[in-house]
DNA sequence: CTGTTAGCGCCTTCAT
DNA sequence: ATGAAGGCGCTAACAG
C-alpha cells in the first residue's frame, strides 16, 4: 500500500512550503503557521488538519526564511585552520552538546585563510581555533576564541594554560630524578619557554637545545625529535606537550626499539577523554588536555553573548590534568 | 589610531547590510550587489567605491537572504544518532573536506530521534548513520545513508561490507591455527552472522556461544566479553568487530593480566586513518574501516544528487582492510 | 552601466 | 479564531 503524494494533482516538485500545506488544509497561510508553531489560538480542529497535511506533505520549515525573518539563524560557526585535528574533534562535540541544548547548532568552517572576505557567510557567531581571521574582526563580538594564546583583541577566549602543562611536565619528571629532560612543544604555548628554577634546582640540564619547538606536521615533529636524540648525552626523558605529535614520536622510538620507561622517561599529552594513553604499553604518564570542556565553555561564552551579555570580555582557562602513570618510573630501574 | 565606524552618524546597531552598503556608496542596492559579486558589469570606479565601503562596514552577505533566494543553502545535514562515536567523526571529516572542495558546508544534526518531526529545518541534503529517520521519508532522494544496513528503501547508500570483514578475521585466525575463537560484534552487522564453510572445514569450534552480540555501551561489550572468557574451554583467539568495543576490551584483558598474543589471540577494530592499533603493544591485528572514504564518497553522491543526477539509487561499498601486525602469532609459540 | 520591480518562505502586526 | 498586509536581505529579469 502506496500513500502516494499525489492526490488531486498534488504534484509538487519543490520542496513543501507553509503555502502548499495551507492549501491542502484549506485555510490560510497564517492559521498553518499558527497550528504548526503550536503557540497561537487556533481551533483543535483546524490544528488537526493543518498538522496531519503538514505530516503528508512532508512539510518541513525552510531553515533561511526563518533565519531571515528572525534575523538569527541560531547557527554557530566553528572555524579551524584546514585539518581536523583530535584536539578539534572533541572541541566540537564539547561546542556540539552544548549548543544543541540551547537551540543552537554547528556549522563546520572550512577556513581557507586567505579567502575572499566577502566570499563568507552569516552564522550568528563563532567559535575560533586561535585568533579569529581578520574578516571576522569587526564582529568581534560575537567571536570566541578557542584555545588561542591571549589575544591582542579584548575578545572571549577559551583555553588551557599549556604553559603551566609543560612546567608540570618537567616538573613530574625532574621529580623522579630525570636530569636531562627534551621538551618537543607546539608554538602555540604563547611566550617562549623559560625553564623554572624549581627545575634549575633540581639540577636539570639547562642545555637550549633540549627545547623544540614543532608544527603539526608529522616531519616536522620527527625533525625535532631526532635533534633531540642526536643530542650528546642524549636525553634521559622526553616530554611531549602535543597532541599531535605525541602518537608519532612513541611510534618513532618504537622503530629505534626504545623501551619507553626502561630506555627513556615519556611524557605525552592526549585529549582528555580519549585516553589512549591508558592502552598502550607501558602506560603513558600524560597531560590531559580538556578539550570537551573548552568546547563546552566556549560555547556558553558565546551563547551568553547572543543573548545579550555585555559583560567586558573574558579568559576562560580550564586546566589541564598530569595523569602519571608508567611511562615516567624514574632513571635508574 | 582607530578607524571608526561611525562618521557622518551611521550608527548601524545590526549587521551592516547590501543597503548600508549602497547608501555609504551612494549607488543603488543592486549596483551593490553586482559589484561585489564580480560578476557583472559595473564601472571600475563605482566598483571601488562599493568594495571599500564594504570593508569598511565590514559587511558580509546574509547567509539566509541569499540561500532563501536562491531556494538552497549549499548546507549539507550529518545526522547520526546521539553520540558521536570515532567512526562518526571520521566520516565527518571525509564529508566535510569532500563537500567543502565543492562549495557545501557540513550542519551537525543532534539527532534526538523521536523529536518531533516538524522541528527540524531545511538543508539541501542529508547524510545521515544507518536508518534514515522517518520524517526523512519525503525527501528520499536526497539523503544519502551512511554505513546503514542494506535499506528497505530505495536510496543511495555508502558502507563497508563488516560482514565479510568478520569472516576475513576469522578466516585470518583460523589460518594462524587457532581453533575456538570468540566474535564479539554489533548488532550492526546485518543478517545474523553464520560461520563459512572454509572456517567449519578448518575444524574451528561452531559453538553459538562463541558469538557475541553487543551495543555501543562499554557495559554491554564487557559483558559479551565476560560471557566469552567464561566459557569451557575459554576461547584461543578473540575477533572484535567493533570500532567503539575494541579498546574496551583490551583494556578488560589487561586488567585480567592477559598477555595479548601470547595468551589469546587478538583482532580488533580500528578506523583506518588513525591506526592507533600501531602503537600498542603487541602491535593490533586490526580490521581498519575506511571510515573517512566512506563520508567522502557519500558525500559526493548526495552532491551528485543535487546537482540533478537522476540515476537509480547505487549501494557504494568500500572494503575494510585486514592489517596483520603481531597480536594473532598463533596459538603454540 | 545602472536602477526598478518582484518575490523567495516565513512570521509580526494589525484587522476582522 | 482566522485573514491580509508588509518586510526581513538578497538577486533574476527587465527596463532605461
Avoid at 488538519?49 to 512532508?58: F, M, P, Y
Avoid at 642545555?207 to 606536521?217: A, C, G, K, M, R
Amino acid at each position: 500500500m502506496v500513500t502516494s503524494t499525489q492526490e488531486e494533482s498534488e504534484k509538487v516538485d519543490h520542496r513543501p512550503t507553509l503555502h502548499d500545506v495551507a492549501r491542502a488544509a484549506d485555510v490560510s497561510i497564517m492559521t498553518a503557521s499558527r497550528a504548526l508553531n503550536g503557540q497561537a489560538r487556533v481551533s483543535a480542529e483546524t490544528r488537526e488538519r493543518v498538522l496531519s497535511e503538514a505530516a503528508r506533505l512532508g512539510y518541513r520549515p525552510s531553515f533561511s526564511a526563518r533565519a531571515l525573518r528572525a534575523r538569527e539563524s541560531q547557527l554557530l560557526g566553528f572555524r579551524a585552520p584546514n585539518l581536523m585535528l583530535p584536539v578539534h574533534v572533541e572541541i566540537i562535540q564539547g561546542a556540539r552538546d552544548y549548543a544543541s541544548q540551547e537551540g543552537y547548532r554547528l556549522l563546520l568552517e572550512v577556513d581557507p585563510d586567505e579567502s575572499a572576505s566577502g566570499d563568507t557567510f552569516t552564522t550568528d557567531g563563532d567559535l575560533v581555533m586561535g585568533e579569529p581571521p581578520a574578516f571576522l574582526r569587526p564582529s568581534l563580538a560575537r567571536c570566541v576564541s578557542l584555545m588561542g594564546r591571549p589575544s591582542a583583541y579584548d575578545i572571549d577566549a577559551c583555553g588551557t594554560n599549556l604553559a603551566e602543562a609543560t612546567l608540570d611536565a618537567l616538573h613530574h619528571l625532574a621529580d623522579k630524578g630525570y636530569r636531562r629532560i627534551g621538551l618537543l612543544h607546539h608554538a602555540l604555548i604563547s611566550p617562549a619557554f623559560s625553564p623554572s628554577q624549581r627545575l634549575i634546582d633540581s639540577g636539570c640540564d639547562q642545555d637550549p637545545e633540549l627545547i623544540q619547538v614543532v608544527s603539526n606536521d608529522k616531519s616536522s615533529v620527527l625533525e625535532g625529535l631526532s635533534r633531540l636524540m642526536s643530542l650528546d648525552p642524549r636525553p634521559d626523558a622526553i616530554a611531549v606537550v602535543h597532541v599531535v605529535g605525541t602518537p608519532h614520536v612513541l611510534r618513532e622510538l618504537h622503530r629505534h626499539h626504545f623501551v619507553i620507561g626502561r630506555d627513556i622517561g615519556f611524557v605525552g599529552t592526549e585529549v582528555s577523554s580519549s585516553e589512549w594513553g591508558d592502552l598502550i604499553a607501558p602506560r603513558m604518564t600524560a597531560i590531559q588536555v580538556p578539550a570537551r570542556q573548552v568546547g563546552a565553555e566556549g560555547a556558553a561564552r558565546l551563547i551568553a553573548r547572543l543573548r545579550g551579555d555585555r559583560s567586558p570580555a573574558r579568559q576562560i582557562t580550564i586546566p589541564t590534568m598530569l595523569i602519571e602513570r608508567e611511562s615516567t618510573p624514574g632513571p635508574w630501574r
